[in-house]
């Protein structure tokens, strides 16, 4: 399974994992300055691997910053230029209010159980 793991400084709990062969992106904690560059590298590489279904799990986010919304919409793009589905599962009340008020609230679904998430083929939540 080809993967790659971007991490921030120490300093910060969030971080970002990539599944390159599955399309899975998995964040976690604050997504902030701290975690830009990481996070548009993990969204680089989600791009040039061009799976069919590019899978954004939120459930661990805690913290949304405008620059990371950004990086959002940009996957937005990518996905459909490479004729990808972009499903952005498990977002909090508030962050679903955030990627609804810059159009992504079409590719929002509610987080299935990891078990539902394997039962479709997609790997569960390993907490990054």
């Not at 004729?83 to 990627?99: E, I, K, M, N, Q």
């Amino acid at each position: 399974m080809q993967s790659l793991l971007c991490l921030p400084s120490p300093s910060t709990p969030a971080r970002c994992r990539i599944d390159l062969a599955t399309g899975q992106l998995t964040l976690r904690g604050d997504l902030d300055d701290r975690l830009q560059p990481q996070l548009a590298a993990c969204v680089t590489a989600l791009t040039a691997a061009r799976p069919r279904v590019w899978l954004v799990d939120l459930r661990g986010v805690t913290f949304c910053d405008v620059p990371s919304l950004r990086v959002f919409v940009a996957l937005q793009g990518a996905a459909r230029r490479r004729s990808a589905d972009l499903l952005l599962v498990g977002a909090t009340p508030a962050l679903r209010d955030l990627l609804d008020l810059v159009g992504l609230g079409s590719h929002l679904v509610d987080a299935p159980e990891p078990s539902e998430l394997a039962s479709a083929g997609v790997p569960g939540d390993d907490r990054a």
